[in-house]
């Protein structure tokens, strides 16, 4: 890989993870409701690529049924677990989306598991349920559910958008937009209150991670990511986005003053280390739900 690749890679990385640290800032530190902001994020992000919307790709209910499931789930109940999760804990145990996806595959699309992909999922596992562990036993937390929840939903839209062809990743970011925008809002105003004096309450920050959220981390960060991926193969891609959980614990850590121990340390390792093992043997998903879990983040 050229530098200058890799320094574009390196920002796109640094990019998916910053978004993690605004995520839970507006949420948590500027009180936004999770669904409110997951649905403002989406409707800039629809505005964004409206152009790019038509012609709508078929079948049209899968195309509906992967954005709900990669956009508006996968999102909402990642802002509900950063409601109250750490994001450096999110980071790691939102990877368990990759072995989940791994064994959906197996399910819907025929896939066989080899021993060294079955390691990766076992360790995948192992460093996600370390994180959760506290010295007084296992504890996970309902933000880490949501969390867990987010990577389930994501790993499903994956494996079934494998099942489409021919979808443009910016026309499939416009219907992802459009479709994730009104139900979102909609179980806002049935679960949420309070939303729009909130937004103004918290004022211009809150309106500029709404912004950063939709244009520069999901279509910015996401149109160079596929630039790379036209000019380079997926396994070496894939494993390189790594770079973002790692970041994301960097910046919680630094800018948030996320716990990070031993325990967490370790979890971290070797969760990594069977994502690294997955993304080297990829399945047809894997390199796909790598990119959407990063930049979903």
């Known amino acids: 890989m050229a530098l200058r690749d890799f320094g574009v890679l390196v920002l796109v990385c640094l990019l998916w993870a910053s978004n993690n640290i605004v995520s839970k800032y507006a949420v948590s530190h500027l009180g936004a409701p999770p669904l409110?902001?997951?649905?403002?994020?989406?409707?800039?992000?629809?505005?964004?690529?409206?152009?790019?919307?038509?012609?709508?790709?078929?079948?049209?209910?899968?195309?509906?049924?992967?954005?709900?499931?990669?956009?508006?789930?996968?999102f909402a109940l990642l802002f509900l677990g950063l409601k109250t999760a750490t994001p450096s804990a999110a980071a790691v145990v939102s990877q368990?989306?990759?072995?989940?996806?791994?064994?959906?595959s197996v399910m819907m699309l025929g896939e066989r598991i080899r021993w060294r992909r079955a390691l990766g999922i076992a360790l995948t596992m192992a460093g996600a349920l370390a994180v959760m562990w506290d010295p007084h036993g296992f504890a996970l937390s309902t933000g880490l559910m949501f969390v867990v929840g987010s990577a389930a939903t994501g790993s499903l839209g994956a494996v079934m958008m494998k099942q489409m062809d021919g979808v443009k990743p910016l026309q499939f970011q416009a219907w992802v937009g459009l479709a994730s925008f009104v139900?979102?809002?909609?179980?806002?105003?049935?679960?949420?209150?309070?939303?729009?004096?909130?937004?103004?309450?918290?004022?211009?920050?809150?309106?500029?991670?709404?912004?950063?959220?939709?244009?520069?981390?999901?279509?910015g960060a996401h149109t160079l990511y596929y630039a790379?991926?036209?000019?380079y193969e997926a396994n070496l891609i894939s494993p390189l986005t790594l770079m973002t959980p790692l970041a994301t614990i960097a910046l919680g850590v630094a800018?948030?003053?996320?716990?990070?121990?031993?325990?967490?340390?370790?979890?971290?390792?070797?969760?990594?280390?069977?994502?690294?093992?997955?993304?080297?043997?990829?399945?047809?998903?894997a390199p796909l739900l790598l990119a959407i879990r990063n930049r979903a983040q």
Do not use: C, H, K
């Not at 403002?40 to 079948?59: C, E, N, S």
């Open 36 to 74: 409110f902001y997951a649905a403002l994020r989406f409707g800039v992000v629809a505005l964004a690529v409206f152009p790019w919307l038509f012609p709508m790709p078929r079948p049209r209910w899968r195309l509906i049924v992967v954005a709900l499931l990669m956009g508006g789930g996968n």
């Open 96 to 104: 368990l989306g990759v072995p989940i996806t791994t064994l959906l």
């Open 183 to 219: 139900p979102l809002l909609g179980l806002s105003a049935l679960f949420e209150s309070g939303q729009v004096r909130a937004g103004l309450d918290a004022g211009w920050p809150f309106l500029a991670a709404v912004v950063y959220s939709g244009l520069v981390v999901s279509v």
């Open 228 to 231: 790379l991926v036209q000019r």
């Open 255 to 285: 800018l948030l003053g996320d716990p990070f121990g031993p325990r967490m340390a370790i979890g971290t390792a070797v969760a990594l280390a069977g994502v690294l093992i997955i993304a080297l043997r990829p399945n047809q998903v």
